[in-house]
């Protein structure tokens, strides 16, 4: 299959419809605008509907709707239209309905700025929303993974019932690589006897909420669905493991930052100076296994990330007390450079 020179908002896209998406609704917001652009121009061509709702709010309550009624749905937005997100993806993890939901990150809090960001992490792993829920959260490096795993998705959310966070940020969204597009890994999927697809007086209507006014209930609803977040902690982590052998020091990295430590690493090779990395390709479930891949020779951890620290919790629970970690992080759509990087690993490692 040839390759394709695309911008990365239009090859989550394309990637999207050949995933099997039949319906998107969203609302404008830089830096992921090209994104709806691409799907109004191409979704009507292509037996799908493409509808801009009249707010965030709007989108994730027609997702709702779509999704209830069995179709394959997307939407997507950036950091401060996510948030206004927040209680439908609440609502549709509730009623155990499928959908993908793509965040192209910015600078925040609030409405921030347009820069790339990774300041989203705990809105994305911990839920912005209420309730005991989890959302499966992808953060792909390069726009060949994020395609990839787009098309992926739409199978991973009918699999668990469940919707799937896509996190890229400003970056991703607007570099241009050349992709494939491949075949999507098919699932064993049940057919959507659920769904609300009108009876024809054949059956008894399906009933789709995420309401239960019986504490009991309501309960026994909860630990169901905290059942099917074990399946995903055991089944679906995704990680990449680069240097570790040998490795002084480890750095933990994910998206596009992590392709900056990479660089950075060969760097410090040069010198002489062994560091690895593990890159969390699902942020949850996150990848604590792959730590136990790490070697004697590895003295300390370090955090990177394209925020004040939001996943260094997450490392330092994976690490359990057996190397001290530390962190170095920009925020605000700033960007870590490769020599701050280094300089930060050499402290670590006494002023080498």
Aim: glycine content about 10%.
């Amino acid at each position: 299959m040839s390759k394709v020179l695309m911008k990365g908002n239009e090859a989550i896209g394309e990637a999207a419809i050949r995933g099997g998406c039949k319906y998107f609704f969203g609302y404008p917001i830089t830096p992921q605008n090209e994104l709806p652009e691409y799907m109004a121009k191409e979704m009507p061509k292509r037996d799908g509907v493409f509808l801009q709702a009249e707010s965030e709010v709007a989108a994730i309550n027609m997702v709702y709707g779509s999704a209830g009624a069995g179709g394959r749905v997307m939407t997507s937005s950036s950091s401060p239209g996510i948030a206004l997100k927040q209680e439908g993806i609440s609502y549709i993890a509730g009623a155990e309905l499928p959908c993908v939901i793509v965040n192209i990150s910015r600078g925040g809090p609030g409405l921030g700025g347009i820069q790339p960001s990774q300041a989203d992490y705990f809105q994305s792993t911990r839920g912005g929303g209420n309730g005991d829920y989890r959302l499966l959260v992808y953060a792909p490096a390069t726009l060949q993974e994020m395609v990839d795993l787009v098309m992926d998705s739409f199978e991973v959310a009918d699999y668990y019932r469940n919707p799937v966070m896509i996190v890229g940020d400003g970056m991703i969204g607007q570099m241009m690589e050349p992709v494939e597009f491949r075949e999507p890994k098919k699932r064993d999927l049940e057919t959507k006897t659920w769904a609300t697809t009108g009876t024809k007086g054949q059956r008894k209507p399906n009933i789709i909420n995420s309401l239960a006014l019986d504490p009991a209930k309501l309960e026994e609803h909860n630990f169901k669905l905290q059942k099917k977040y074990n399946e995903m902690e055991k089944n679906e982590v995704m990680y990449e493991n680069t240097n570790i052998e040998n490795a002084e020091l480890v750095i933990v990295a994910y998206g596009t930052t992590s392709r900056i430590v990479k660089n950075v690493i060969e760097e410090l090779k040069e010198e002489g100076i062994n560091v690895g990395l593990i890159r969390p390709i699902t942020l949850w479930p996150f990848p604590t296994k792959a730590f136990d891949e790490i070697p004697e020779s590895t003295k300390a951890i370090l955090s990177v990330e394209m925020s004040l620290g939001q996943m260094v919790d997450d490392v330092k629970i994976a690490s359990n007390g057996r190397w001290p970690v530390h962190f170095y992080g920009r925020t605000g759509g700033m960007i870590p450079e490769p020599g701050d990087i280094k300089s930060k690993v050499k402290e670590i490692l006494g002023g080498r």
